[in-house]
């Protein structure tokens, strides 16, 4: 059983910075594995933040976030982050991590929910205007 726990989110304003972690327990297979981030806005469904292969060689994004979120593991520690800079108002929501199946993973297969193997519970980001 994998356990993955997020934390680091919080309230800000509008051009902070903020660095999200989600520590991986149990039977994790972490090394192995893809990686991923979403979120998840008040009456929105969720949706892909950023995802990560196995080794940190790829990495993708959403467009709504790229050049301001950096996606990045820890392989020895079990714990992937989301750097998240220049943050805006339209940031605010709970974020998720997520582990794979597969040891890459692309935007699009994120959605597919058998390539997801376990979700985080969830860590509120808010980002004040």
């Known amino acids: 059983q994998v356990q993955l726990v997020e934390s680091g989110g919080g309230l800000v304003q509008a051009g902070d910075s903020l660095r999200l972690s989600c520590a991986a327990s149990g039977r994790t297979f972490f090394s192995s594995t893809a990686m991923g981030w979403f979120r998840q806005a008040p009456g929105k469904e969720r949706e892909f933040v950023a995802g990560?292969?196995?080794?940190?060689?790829?990495?993708y994004y959403a467009d709504s976030v790229k050049g301001r979120f950096t996606i990045s593991r820890d392989n020895a520690k079990n714990t992937v982050y989301l750097q998240m800079n220049s943050l805006k108002p339209e940031d605010t929501a709970v974020y998720y991590c997520?582990?794979?199946?597969?040891?890459?993973?692309?935007?699009?297969?994120?959605?597919?929910?058998?390539?997801?193997?376990?979700w985080g519970q969830g860590t509120q980001v808010t980002v004040s205007s």
């Open positions: 997520a582990q794979a199946n597969e040891l890459t993973l692309g935007p699009q297969a994120w959605g597919t929910p058998s390539n997801v193997r376990s």
């Open positions: 990560i292969d196995w080794r940190g060689g790829s990495t």
